[in-house]
């Protein structure tokens, strides 16, 4: 089994900055992606940076974040600036990971809420 846990969201004001960090841990032999998606209620989940054999950011944020990762420590990071409104939502760690056996599954994070005030 895989864990991801996420860390760094909370409240913030229009134009501020967080860095949101996720760690995978467990039985891991090689993560191919991994990045972050979010969700507001009643809409469904959409991508927000991956970082993979490319990195691919949602259009929406491309210029304001940036994601970063550390292979050798399973870890991922997003830096959020110039945060608006709009990017309120409960935000998800996401891992593309094979456990051995030719097993290969997607894993989720619990989720770090982000809320951005006017």
């Known amino acids: 089994q895989v864990q991801l846990v996420e860390s760094g969201g909370g409240l913030v004001q229009a134009g501020g900055s967080l860095r949101l960090s996720c760690a995978a841990s467990?039985?891991?032999?090689?993560?191919?992606?991994m990045g972050w998606y979010r969700q507001v209620p009643g809409k469904q989940r959409e991508l927000v940076a991956v970082?993979?054999?490319?990195?691919n950011y949602a259009d929406s944020v491309k210029g304001r974040f940036t994601i970063s990762r550390d292979n050798a420590k399973n870890t991922v990071w997003m830096q959020m600036n110039s945060l608006k409104p709009e990017d309120t939502a409960l935000y998800y760690c996401?891992?593309?990971?094979?456990?051995?056996?030719?097993?290969?599954?997607?894993?989720w994070g619990q989720g770090t809420q982000v809320t951005v005030s006017s």
């Open positions: 467990g039985t891991i032999v090689r993560i191919y992606s």
């Open positions: 970082s993979g054999g490319s990195t």
């Open positions: 996401y891992a593309d990971v094979n456990t051995g056996w030719a097993k290969r599954s997607d894993y």
